[in-house]
């Protein structure tokens, strides 16, 4: 049986791995202490309206940034607890090479004791190419992104009010097509704008190999709606706080 190959270079993986996680790290902390103060102050005020309004830009601009990292947590541990689900449901049917492949995207994305190394790979590249950065090679536009996966997220809805087995393998058979052209779709844009090589953009092209070649779409719908719905809605979040903050950045410029 042949081996396979990795989906994450070591060599590039490592490099990722080791941009400044630490400095991350304590720069995340350092955004959490700001959107404290920000909303300690005036907290027990009754003109609190009027107390917001008197609040120093860098607190707006903490609470947004702590919120994005929020926003990427929970969609990078809704993704891993996903693709850990479709791991088990693979190797219980023996697929051990379909089951590490997912796994590897998985851990690419670390976990509550590796995401310091791992993930920040990851969030490094996202927050510093995409949300922090004030002049991008070109504008986003995320609004095909989104319709697709305002698409999704209505269709995994009609799924999730399914009760019986028998239901469900009947709406999978019947709505696989339209949910995988819209998986693809969403994917292809996200690389279109994610264009900045580094890890984020490696989990993109990873999760659109197990699409395109592993079944990943069937896997996922067989394990039920819960996490598809989760998962679709955070990102929904993610990008419209990015669409906010890229459009921030560029009025800055002005």
Not at 235 to 247: F, R
Request: proline share 2%.
């Amino acid at each position: 049986m042949k081996a396979s190959s990795p989906l994450f270079s070591s060599s590039s993986f490592s490099s990722s791995c080791l941009r400044l996680p630490v400095l991350l790290l304590l720069f995340m902390w350092l955004l959490l202490l700001l959107a404290f103060m920000q909303r300690s102050d005036g907290a027990f005020d009754a003109a609190s309206a009027s107390a917001s309004a008197r609040r120093p830009a860098w607190g707006a601009a903490a609470a947004a940034a702590v919120s994005a990292w929020v926003d990427w947590r929970n969609l990078t541990s809704l993704v891993q607890t996903l693709l850990q689900r479709v791991a088990n449901l693979r190797s219980g049917r023996g697929d051990l090479l379909g089951s590490e492949r997912v796994r590897e995207i998985a851990q690419a994305l670390g976990n509550s004791v590796t995401w310091w190394t791992r993930a920040a790979s990851v969030g490094w590249d996202y927050f510093i190419h995409y949300y922090f950065r004030e002049s991008l090679t070109r504008p986003l536009d995320l609004s095909r992104a989104m319709h697709h996966l305002r698409d999704l997220l209505s269709v995994f809805g009609e799924l999730a009010q399914l009760r019986s087995d028998t239901d469900r393998l009947h709406w999978i058979s019947t709505n696989y097509m339209r949910v995988l052209r819209n998986a693809k779709a969403l994917l292809n844009e996200l690389l279109l704008e994610f264009d900045s090589s580094g890890a984020l953009r490696d989990c993109l092209l990873a999760i659109q190999r197990e699409i395109a070649d592993g079944s990943l779409i069937r896997d996922s719908l067989q394990l039920g709606a819960s996490d598809l719905l989760g998962l679709v809605k955070t990102a929904i979040d993610l990008l419209q706080n990015l669409v906010t903050q890229t459009a921030r950045n560029s009025r800055s410029e002005l």
